[in-house]
């Protein structure tokens, strides 16, 4: 993995590459990517159901952001879990104001994490080649 891909998804950046690592060196790599797959299938799940409010402050927003945040932390992925946590915030207030943009910014940030755990699956643990 070049350098710029390391500082994107490790230190400070998407990824806890640490508590993934630590994964990897303890599952086999069947286990890791299907342990991947159901963190990014809550991710694109959450997200999806968040932009279909489209951010209003709405039982469902609350739900699917407290879940998002539930799982992004349990999984090390903070700045994720953050930005789940200020929806969350925003939403129990039922006041519009700031939580569109932080929706939007969430569901953002999802997309993106999504794309960064890809890239470190492939190369934490490649498929073999059929």
Same mark, same amino acid.
């Given at each position: 993995?070049?350098?710029?891909?390391?500082? %994107?998804? +490790?230190?400070? +950046?998407? %990824?806890? @590459?640490?508590?993934?690592t630590e994964l990897r060196d303890i599952l086999p790599p069947r286990d890791l990517r299907s342990l991947i797959a159901d963190v990014?299938? @809550?991710v694109q799940s959450c997200t999806r159901a968040i932009r279909t409010t489209r +951010?209003?402050?709405?039982?469902?927003? *609350?739900r699917q952001a407290y879940d998002l945040y539930g799982?992004?932390?349990?999984f090390g992925l903070i700045p994720l879990a953050s930005a789940a946590e200020r929806v969350v915030a925003h939403a129990k207030t039922g006041k519009a104001?700031? *939580?569109?943009e932080e929706a939007r910014t969430l569901v953002s940030l999802g997309e993106t994490t999504v794309e960064a755990l890809l890239v470190w699956i492939d190369h934490a643990a490649p498929e073999k080649a059929a």
């Open positions: 993995m070049d350098r710029p891909t390391q500082f %994107l998804l +490790g230190r400070r +950046g998407l %990824l806890d @590459v640490n508590r993934l990014i299938s @809550v +951010g209003r402050a709405t039982d469902e927003t *609350l799982t992004a932390a349990n104001a700031g *939580l569109t």
